[in-house]
């Protein structure tokens, strides 16, 4: 994301961004708003550049913003009790903040081969029903704030620099 100034979003693009941050699919949200798959995707070009995230960037990276931003009311915590371990909550921010998988787990500081097996473990630890939801998740448990701590010493990628 860059530091421009964002768009505020329209409603219809607000009701999809609200189904998207609950981890709803492109085929879920175009079943229940009652519109096509490809209207849904036109909304999400458009979230995406209201946001001044990059016209690629991913499901969980545009949630991330959209709840940074402060567009869409962040999902309720499905339980008060996860806990999630330093190296879970690294792999939580970087798939909030990366696009691309070598910038995942670059952040994540995780061998490529390991990143599907671990996020599908931090997805079902969590609740969540993939990793768009867990961002939502992540946010709900206020490991995912704007002020949450990044590791020191890192000065990351953005998903832009991941292109």
Known sequence: MTSAAIVPLTDGQKRIARHLVHGATIDVIADREKVS???????????????NCPPRATRPVTVHALLTHGQVPRP???????DL??????????HAEHSHPTAVVAAAEIAPG?????TRALTAKTGAANTTHLI???RALGLLSPAAPKKPGRTGETAEAGR
């Open 85 to 94: 371990d330093s190296a879970e909550q690294l792999l939580l921010r970087a």
């Open 76 to 82: 309720p915590a499905p339980r008060p009790d996860i």
């Open 136 to 138: 939502g998740i992540g």
């Open 114 to 118: 390991n990143l599907r097996t671990k």
């Open 37 to 51: 798959r490809s209207t849904v995707r036109s909304h999400l070009g458009s979230i995406r550049a209201n946001l």
